[in-house]
């Protein structure tokens, strides 16, 4: 499957962004998808799942009062709403499908997007 991360961009500090991603394929209804995140200068983190129905969901802690992952399986596509953002959200956003292990793990996850750019100034 092949990921396409959009709507990333500027917005300023409690402020608000949806991030997509579309994928290719039939199979994506059979995968698992998330979000992860890479800040400057930091490794690559969990963000959010979401199962193949759409019907279970998992976020990073600090993250799930705010981030929220939804999916549309008919238009093959996930989604990220997240709100009240901070300057600490600054950070490259990718896409993932198909995780192998611990959706925490970055090394689980078997198809990556090339990433989308989320910048929240203070």
């Known amino acids: 499957v092949q990921l396409q991360a959009s709507g990333g961009g500027l917005v300023q500090a409690g402020g608000s962004l949806r991030l997509s991603c579309a994928a290719s394929g039939r199979t994506f209804r059979s995968y698992v998808v998330g979000w992860f995140r890479q800040a400057p200068g930091k490794e690559r983190e969990f963000v959010a799942a979401?199962?193949?129905?759409?019907?279970?969901?998992y976020y990073a802690d600090a993250l799930k009062d705010r981030f929220t992952i939804t999916r549309h399986n008919a238009k093959n596509t996930v989604n990220l709403q997240m709100s009240s953002l901070e300057a600490e959200d600054t950070a490259v956003y990718y896409c993932?499908?198909?995780?192998?292990?611990?959706?925490?793990?970055?090394?689980?996850?078997?198809?990556w997007g090339q990433g989308t750019l989320v910048t929240v100034s203070s």
């Open positions: 979401i199962n193949r129905s759409g019907e279970n969901t």
């Open positions: 993932v499908a198909h995780p192998t292990g611990s959706y925490r793990d970055v090394h689980a996850w078997g198809y």
